[in-house]
T-cell receptor
Framework: EAGVAQSPRYKIIEKRQSVAFWCNPI?????LYWYQQILGQGPKLLIQ????????DSQLPKDRFSAERLKGVDSTLKIQPAKLEDSAVYLC????????????FGEGSRLTVL | DQQVKQNSPSLSVQEGRISILNCDYTNSMFDYFLWYKKYPAEGPTFLIS?????DKNEDGRFTVFLNKSAKHLSLHIVPSQPGDSAVYFCAARQGGSEKLVFGKGTKLTVNP
């Protein structure tokens, strides 16, 4: 079974530029998450999708971050314009059943904002 | 407001010995706890979990203990192996929510 796929693995941009990350969850997983992990911190939830609907985006900085999961499968996370403090690893995770706590994570996309 | 705390940033143990990683939480509404392991340049991988109705869960060399009255859980690895060297994250889920709250992680180094 293929795992959670993310791209690009690494991205370097200058502040005020835009960037987009892509995620393809494990086949059949209805729930998809985007987490932000800043160096030295644990992952922090940005947004949760159930199929193509948003369940929780309370910690998403909506003035600059957006995410979509149009067909209920893959998802994109966009940052525009980027700030220095957005430098982090962006982790995508998926889960099959809503009643289990186990998330399957992708390898992450490391963003460096200069 | 850090609801899940891992107060030891790092831990070093000798191969074959026991590794004990600790985690404290403040939210009494958490009902499910998980441990994730993370190698460099990889995403976290699920290790073991425990429901709040239990006080112990064991899976091979890994055992998680939960002390609800103290709001404390620990992960025991026995015997420790060099391949266990990684960052370990404690995570908790509040009942009725799908959101996991993670601690900052503890870097475990197992020396041969």
């Amino acid at each position: 079974e293929a795992g959670v796929a993310q791209s690009p693995r690494y991205k370097i941009i200058e502040k005020r530029q835009s960037v987009a990350f892509w995620c393809n969850p494990i086949s059949g997983h209805a729930t998809l998450y985007w987490y932000q992990q800043i160096l030295g911190q644990g992952p922090k939830l940005l947004i949760q999708f159930q199929n193509n609907g948003v369940v929780d985006d309370s910690q998403l900085p909506k003035d600059r971050f957006s995410a979509e999961r149009l067909k209920g499968v893959d998802s994109t996370l966009k940052i525009q314009p980027a700030k220095l403090e957005d430098s982090a690893v962006y982790l995508c995770a998926s889960k099959k059943n809503i009643n289990t706590g186990e998330l399957f994570f992708g390898e992450g996309s490391r963003l460096t904002v200069l | 407001d850090q609801q899940v705390k891992q107060n030891s940033p790092s831990l070093s143990v000798q191969e074959g010995r026991i590794s004990i990683l600790n985690c404290d939480y403040t939210n009494s509404m958490f009902d499910y706890f998980l441990w994730y392991k993370k190698y460099p340049a990889e995403g976290p991988t699920f290790l073991i979990s425990i429901s709040s109705i239990k006080d112990k869960n064991e899976d091979g060399r890994f055992t998680v203990f939960l002390n609800k009255s103290a709001k404390h859980l620990s992960l025991h690895i026995v015997p420790s192996q060099p391949g266990d060297s990684a960052v370990y994250f404690c995570a908790a889920r509040q009942g009725g929510s799908e959101k996991l709250v993670f601690g900052k992680g503890t870097k475990l180094t197992v020396n041969p």
